[in-house]
């Protein structure tokens, strides 16, 4: 399932339920769609509906096609579903908006490109539209590997993008707070992947544990694209290093920061 900032109510996949909206190009979701919105419809002579992504409890996301450009966007219709009211939607698309806004330099976010109101069925719903992503979700890339995991060296490659990245964001103040292989797009460009991430979680203000915990989360994304628990006892002194037996207190203690990740990653000896 392909998200786009859709929600910020889940938390870590191995401790919160999928229940987000989508935002790239699988229509698999935990929520039926609301609006109903039916491919070639045309909305407001500015989009024409593509199709369904998902949706999440602040609403649904399809892709759509921009009239005058025919480029492909996301379009996230901020609705409630009953589980939160409508004003704590709207609080919601603010709060998501302001946080893009900052994170406008880090080429990891799927950027978003304004808000607008749009006339859908003689109502009007807030949407917001952004940028469309082609990648596929990691959980679902991954198992099309063989073996259902990655070489060392590519996990290396995906690890350190996501530092990369990461180290990008948390510059600006920010952080992601809920990371896991179902909210990180990947597709290939050449040697590299190219990477986005989505689904922003809100936990209060920005703060040390918050910065840990995003890097605590990528290193996880790494151990399990090497196959987790079933191949860490196979795995090369140069994984374990960075693994550290997946014990949070030693992970925080050698890369207290995303920077201090990337530049391991880019400076230790290997064979």
Not at 77 to 99: I, P, T
Not at 185 to 204: A, E, S
Not at 225 to 237: D, H, N, Q, S
Request: hydrophobic share 35%; aromatic share 10%.
């Amino acid at each position: 399932m392909v998200r786009w900032d859709v929600d910020s109510g889940a938390v870590s996949v191995r401790k919160r339920a999928r229940n987000r909206a989508s935002g790239g190009c699988s229509s698999s979701s935990a929520y039926p769609p609301l609006l109903g919105l039916r491919p070639g419809q045309n909305l407001g002579g500015r989009y024409t509906v593509d199709r369904f992504l998902g949706a999440g409890w602040e609403g649904e996301v399809y892709k759509v096609i921009e009239s005058v450009t025919k480029r492909p966007r996301a379009a996230k219709f901020y609705v409630s579903r009953g589980e939160r009211s409508q004003r704590q939607v709207q609080a919601a698309l603010q709060a998501h908006a302001r946080k893009l806004e900052k994170l406008r330099g880090c080429s990891m976010v799927l950027q978003y490109h304004h808000v607008e109101e749009i006339d859908v069925e003689s109502q009007r719903v807030p949407a917001m539209i952004g940028e469309y992503s082609p990648g596929l979700p990691l959980d679902v890339w991954l198992p099309s590997r063989r073996g259902g995991k990655l070489p060392l060296y590519e996990a290396f490659t995906l690890l350190h993008g996501l530092s990369h990245g990461l180290a990008a964001i948390h510059g600006c103040g920010e952080y992601h707070g809920d990371l896991h292989a179902g909210n990180v797009l990947i597709r290939r460009r050449g040697v590299l992947f190219d990477l986005k991430i989505l689904d922003f979680f809100n936990q209060g203000r920005a703060a040390r544990r918050h910065f840990q915990q995003d890097v605590q989360d990528i290193i996880h994304i790494f151990y399990d694209c090497l196959g987790g628990r079933a191949e860490y006892a196979k795995l090369p002194a140069e994984a374990k290093y960075v693994c550290r037996g997946m014990q949070g207190r030693l992970i925080r203690e050698r890369f207290p920061s995303a920077a201090a990740l990337c530049k391991h990653l880019e400076s230790f000896s290997w064979n």
